[in-house]
Structure formats: structure tokens, C-alpha cells
């Protein structure tokens, strides 16, 4: 069973950096694509960022390019840092795998998700 659990959100001001974090368990984290969505209140679901498995290719937003970076250590975990953060970037943030995979910004193309961590950037 895999499972996902993000962690890292929270309040910050226009500017600002958050760096969230997400935890890979059941399965050989290296052969994961990972991917970062965010949603609004009232929004549907939106990429962020995303890379293939082996991490040999990474994909943005074109809202976030410059300003975020995804990431991944050798331990299970994906990190997503935020930098420069604005009141638009707020939204609940899910991260998602793919065994597999590639660098997606669809969400149809990953088949395990976290529960969501909370971002408010104030103004």
C-alpha cells in the first residue's frame, strides 16, 4: 500500500517562503514520478510542478517557473520550495506519484495522492 502524507503549510506573508514536504512509504521511491497540484477554494485542481521517475526530467507551471522548485532526496521524500510567494498561491497543495511515470501535469496520470496541506499567503 502506498501511501502519501504532506506536511509544511501554513501562513506567510507576500514574499515569503514555505517549503512543503512529502513522505513516500510501501514502495521503491526511486522508481516514482512525483507530482505537486494545488487547489483553490472554488478552483479545480492545478499543476505546480513535477518530475519523471529517476528524476532525470522536472516540469512548472508556467505560474510558478522561477519561483518554485521541486525536489527529492534518497530517503522517500519530495519537497516542493516556494519562494516568492503570493496571495494567488494560495490553495491547498496535494502531492501525487506514479510508479513509472512522467513528468505529468495531468492529474489523471497519477494514481496515489496525499491528504493536503494548507498554504495562505497574505497580502
Known amino acids: 500500500q502506498v501511501q502519501l502524507v504532506e506536511s509544511g503549510g501554513g501562513l506567510v506573508q507576500a514574499g515569503g517562503s514555505l517549503t512543503l514536504s512529502c513522505a513516500v512509504s510501501?514502495?521503491?521511491?526511486?522508481?516514482?514520478?512525483m507530482g505537486w497540484f494545488r487547489q483553490a477554494p472554488g478552483k479545480e485542481r492545478e499543476f505546480v510542478a513535477a518530475f519523471s521517475w529517476g528524476g532525470d526530467t522536472t516540469y512548472y507551471a508556467d505560474s510558478v517557473k522561477g519561483r518554485f522548485t521541486i525536489s527529492r532526496d534518497n530517503r522517500g521524500h519530495a519537497y516542493l520550495q516556494m519562494n516568492g510567494l503570493k496571495p494567488e498561491d494560495t490553495a491547498v497543495y496535494y502531492c501525487?506519484?506514479?510508479?513509472?511515470?512522467?513528468?505529468?501535469?495531468?492529474?489523471?496520470?497519477?494514481?496515489?495522492w496525499g491528504q493536503g496541506t494548507q498554504v495562505t499567503v497574505s497580502s
Open positions: 501525487a506519484a506514479q510508479p513509472y511515470g512522467l513528468a505529468s501535469a495531468s492529474h489523471t496520470q497519477y494514481d496515489y
Open positions: 510501501g514502495r521503491t521511491f526511486s522508481s516514482y514520478a
